[in-house]
């Protein structure tokens, strides 16, 4: 079986979050994907991360909050915005399924995915060898709760936000004190 019968249409609700005071637009992707952190690409690959739901937003804003940063960028941080976006894909992949793992002989998943080069290995062969345009992929936070996710987008597959999002709603602060 190929990992392109894997791929499922996926419809839902996701969350992300943009520096307060900020006026970005929240489809304006263009930084996404430029950082040397992130586990499912690498740096320069245009890659959008989502939050399944408001904990995972936070868990996985919380993971990178420590990381060493210029005042500018600590206090860009420290006060976000979250959004909700509205979101219909046709070709996804559920990195959080069993057959999935077994399909791409991933050794002891998902906790494999906490190597950052297995994680972007994993992705890059996706990537690169079938149709997927997002993944939904277990939360580093989560890794004991399958339901708890993220989706990263290929926008190299994907560059037009208004193809696959259809409504922006601002869901209000988020603040480290």
Same mark, same amino acid.
């Given at each position: 079986m190929s990992l392109n019968s894997h791929l499922e249409r996926w419809t839902g609700d996701v969350f992300r979050? @943009?520096?307060a005071g900020k006026?970005? &637009?929240v489809l304006d992707f263009r930084y996404a994907g430029r950082s040397a952190e992130n586990r499912w690409n690498e740096p320069g690959q245009p890659t959008l991360y989502l939050a399944g739901d408001e904990g995972v937003l936070i *868990?996985?804003?919380g993971r990178h909050f420590a990381v060493n940063r210029t005042d500018q960028l600590r206090q860009e941080t420290v006060e976000r915005t979250v959004? %909700? @976006?509205s979101i219909s894909l046709e070709n996804v992949? &559920?990195?959080t399924q069993k057959y999935v793992w077994d399909?791409? %002989?991933l050794a002891d998943a998902p906790r494999c995915f906490m190597d950052i080069r297995i994680a972007r290995a994993t992705a890059n062969f996706i990537r690169? /060898? /079938?149709d997927a345009h997002a993944m939904v992929v277990p939360s580093m936070g989560f890794l004991d709760q399958m339901d708890r996710w993220c989706l990263v987008i290929f926008l190299d597959k994907l560059p037009d936000p208004k193809t696959f *999002? %259809?409504?922006v709603t601002e869901c209000g602060p988020l603040r480290w004190a």
């Open positions: 979050h @943009l520096p006026r970005f &637009d *868990v996985e804003w959004y %909700s @976006l992949i &559920d990195l399909e791409l %002989s690169a /060898t /079938t *999002v %259809s409504e």
